[in-house]
């Protein structure tokens, strides 16, 4: 049976953390079985925010070594550097001939981004295109989304209608795939913002290399609301409840069953069994990582494979593409 094809990215703007890997990276893993899987670093979108060469260089091959210390599995889900496949750019172009400017600047996502930058840069407003090319490229059968991110994908189908429909049929039209563990978690700091790996107060994050010491102290310093009963209430108390949730996706645990084990204890109590929680998660991720960082030729040879699989599908997308809008085909 052919198997569906699934694909995602990250952008390597900051070092992973725990929302990355709940909203995602535990989510492919647990796909990569039924789907035929692509899971991009997609270094092109990092640049529409300002980032230090060196970093984002070093940062690329990281997540590498991260999405397989995660359990990305290189034998059975392809990993690829965004900037490695130059058809993204080529598409994109394509695309953005037939995206208008009106739908561009409806984005929630571009109106809160651009909000308190002086200069914006115009990779900001086009950057929903680049998401488009990456994801009708390779004919992805379904694109896992936050919610965040659904009006993009709502884009890309639309762009990829209006091509089928003036050229026929070139591009599968992708659907969103919304996961169902997959839970937001919000910053530890500001628990009505999202959890952001860009975040650069870094006790609101928990990155997926912080030791041991460094999550018991984020998670004793995680913003928590006044009274002390460990009950979940989204509303009333959000800091708390953001907890429950990490706590949740960790153990597989319902609220109702965390709450009930929790009675009559201190917020410090449930505080210090979910820094264990996460301290066993991350541990056996970083002694692999720390394994894996070390073995660049390994980590290189995953790349080429991923490149060389990633080259040949957009290729195809990409000629079918030129010659439907009638580009005279290269001499090869
Ligand atoms: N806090 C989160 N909770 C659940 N899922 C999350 N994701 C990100 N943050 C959370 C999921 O991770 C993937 C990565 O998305 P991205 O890097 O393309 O951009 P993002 O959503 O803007 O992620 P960040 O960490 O907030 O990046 P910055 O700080 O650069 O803006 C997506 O699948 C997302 O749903």
């Not at 080429?304 to 439907?324: A, E, F, H, L, M």
């Amino acid at each position: 049976m052919i198997k569906k094809t699934i694909l995602s990215g990250i952008q390597p703007s900051g070092n992973l953390c725990i929302g990355n890997y709940l909203g995602a990276i535990k989510q492919w893993e647990q796909m990569q079985d039924d789907y035929e899987s692509i899971f991009l670093v997609v270094d092109m979108h990092s640049i529409t925010t300002k980032q230090l060469p060196a970093d984002l260089r070093s940062r690329c091959l990281s997540f590498v070594a991260q999405y397989i210390a995660c359990g990305i599995d290189p034998n059975k889900s392809n990993i690829i550097i965004q900037s490695h496949i130059p058809q993204h750019a080529e598409l994109m172009w394509v695309l953005s001939c037939f995206t208008y400017q009106g739908e561009l600047s409806r984005m929630t996502q571009y109106k809160s981004k651009s909000k308190n930058l002086k200069n914006i840069n115009a990779g900001l407003f086009t950057y929903p295109i680049l998401m488009a090319a990456d994801i009708l490229l390779y004919q992805a059968d379904l694109v896992p989304v936050g919610s965040d991110q659904k009006q993009h994908l709502e884009l890309c189908r639309d762009i990829a209608l209006r091509f089928n429909n003036k050229f026929s049929e070139t591009f599968k039209i992708p659907e969103p795939f919304i996961p169902k563990n997959g839970a937001r978690i919000m910053s530890l700091q500001n628990p009505t913002d999202k959890m952001s790996k860009s975040d650069v107060n870094l006790n609101s994050i928990i990155s997926l290399l912080d030791e041991p010491n460094i999550v018991r102290k984020k998670i004793n310093r995680s913003v928590t609301d006044s009274g002390s009963k460990v009950v979940y209430n989204q509303k009333d108390k959000p800091g708390l409840s953001n907890l429950i949730n990490i706590y949740k996706s960790l153990s597989n645990e319902s609220a109702d069953y965390i709450e009930n084990r929790y009675k009559g204890k201190m917020y410090s109590d449930f505080k210090s069994d979910l820094s264990d929680l996460i301290i066993d998660t991350l541990s056996p991720i970083k002694l692999e990582y720390d394994y894996l960082i070390k073995n660049k030729d390994y980590l290189l040879k995953i790349l080429k494979d991923g490149t060389d699989y990633g080259y040949k599908k957009s290729q195809n997308t990409i000629s079918k593409v030129y010659r439907k809008i009638g580009f005279v085909p290269r001499v090869r």
